[in-house]
């Protein structure tokens, strides 16, 4: 069984940066893409990044393109997102995700498409 732990949240100023990490178990780390996700108070959670298995694809949400980078470390079976330039609209709750998939290219932007989350990592982004 898959198990994912984030880490790295926190308080942040406006324009700061934070870079969260995703702890994956359980799984052959290079057969899942990544993704990550997040929900704000009141909102329904929302794609931000996601990582094809082979690292070699990514893909973004516009709003977080060019602030954020998701990578993907395969010996250490940790995915990350690097956020700069925050903004107090990126304040949610970040959630990791993990999607076995037989596809390298594979990045999916839909929250029903990943198989197991993590317990989510709050980030709090002030003006």
């Known amino acids: 069984q898959v198990r994912l732990v984030e880490s790295g949240g926190g308080l942040v100023q406006a324009g700061g940066s934070l870079r969260l990490s995703c702890a994956h178990s359980?799984?052959?780390?290079?057969?899942?893409?990544m993704g990550w996700f997040r929900q704000a108070p009141g909102k329904e959670r929302e794609f931000v990044a996601a990582i094809s298995r082979s690292g070699v694809v990514t893909r973004y949400q516009d709003s977080v393109k060019g602030r954020f980078t998701i990578s993907k470390d395969n010996a250490k079976s940790t995915v990350f997102l690097a956020m700069n330039s925050l903004k107090p609209e990126d304040t949610a709750v970040y959630y990791c995700a993990a999607d076995y998939s037989i596809y390298a290219s594979s990045t999916p932007t839909t929250w029903s498409a990943y198989d197991s989350w993590g317990q989510g990592t709050q980030v709090t982004v002030s003006s």
């Open positions: 359980g799984g052959t780390f290079s057969s899942y893409a």
